[in-house]
């Protein structure tokens, strides 16, 4: 009989929970479909520069980060904590005063809201600190935006700064997203840093990838269905196993396990453009608060490495799937956000049709990860559409992995002994 585990998918879910069960003696064999690990988390380098694969942060909040990864040597980079808001020709700066307290004036001042909006903002950003984030969790829950205007958060502040924020983040402008995510997410941005991995996000998932004996990853690999013995792969192997983990994305994951129905999912566009220097000098997500663009930022600034030479990386995403043929308006609101993009240059567009699952309420937080015996499931759509929801379910999945596994050994040592 096979003694390993197979994990099917090479993302931060599945990787997390190869780790854990190498880290428990059990030998795995991770299978990825693509030809690189890291899933919806990779970066390519194109002319020399690092592009990831659709715009999007790492925040040192996630609990899971500190219980899996080793933090120092990804080398964060961190963005400014607060948003420039861009707002027909007007910037105006929004940062988070216990960061930036020379910002505090500016920031409460600023033509974001009426001074009762702000007043509501700081009393739930502090709610949302002081508490533990079971009572978050725990919380009645509605759309993102009946919330705040529970809040008592009026059009003002939700059109110029909250929707357009949150549109960046939640990959949707209506503010459906249960509210409990909403929660759980502000209180990540408010207590945590963001920023990038001086190599780029893939850097996250090449760490645990490489935590794994050398062997443990087929690349090129796709399964085309869970049998009774184990996979088998597209190719036609059959690879037996004494327990599956499904570790891929939430489609593909509902097409190879029965019961599991897939979330829909949220697109986001991301354009990259090389400038001969930064228009800001200032590592700072600029947002858009009329939606044309969702979120831009000159990457260098935070990240000198993502250049190869100097030159300034500019990432602006767009919700939706576009391509190259929208360069040009999307350039023509840049020229207005920045002042100008003389010299500018398009360097890559980057379509994510299935960015984010869906949240809606109402939102489990924690979906079962055991689907029948010996037969498991793990990625964000499991928890909650994040690079943390991604690392809790691989760890989860390997959890009840060891647990079972652990089981069936005894059950057979009381049965062996039993043997007269
Ligand atoms: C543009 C973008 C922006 C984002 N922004 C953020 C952000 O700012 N903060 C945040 O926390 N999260 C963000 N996310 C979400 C985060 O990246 C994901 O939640 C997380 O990476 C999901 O990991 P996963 O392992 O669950 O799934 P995936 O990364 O999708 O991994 C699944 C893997 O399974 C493989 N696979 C699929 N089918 C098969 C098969 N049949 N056989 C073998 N292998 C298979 C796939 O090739 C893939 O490698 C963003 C995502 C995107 C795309």
Redesign the pocket.
Known sequence: MADNVVV?????????CAVRLRENGVPVRV????D???????TDIVDGFRL????????TA?PEVHRILDLPSLQLRPFASGVVVYDRGRRERVMLPWRHPKYTLRTLFAGIGTPREKAALAAMTARDLAGPPSRIRAATERSTEDELRQWGISDTMLDKLLRPFLAA?L?ERDLETSSRYFHLLWRSFASGT?GVPALG?GAV?AQLADRLPGGTISLE????EITGEG?R??AGETIPARAVV?????T??A??VPGIEAPAMRP?T?FYHVAPSSPLREPVQIIDAEGVVADTLVLTDAAPEYSPDGRALIST?VLGVHGDGDEPWVRDRLERIYGHTNGWRHLAT?P?A????AMPPPLPLRRPVRMGRGRYV?????D????????V??RRAAQAVLDDLRAIDVRKRLRAMSKP
């Open positions: 099917v998918g090479a993302g931060m879910a599945g990787l997390a299978l990825e479909a693509s690189g690990v890291g899933g919806r988390m990779r990831d694969r659709g715009f999007q942060v790492f925040n996630y983040v990959l963001i996000m998932p690999t796709p399964v085309q996979v792969t597209v499904v570790a891929a994305d939430p593909a994951a097409a190879l986001v991301t995403s980057y994510v299935e960015a984010l699952p793990c990625g964000d759509h499991r909650t559409g994040s690079i943390q929801g991604a690392m379910s691989g």
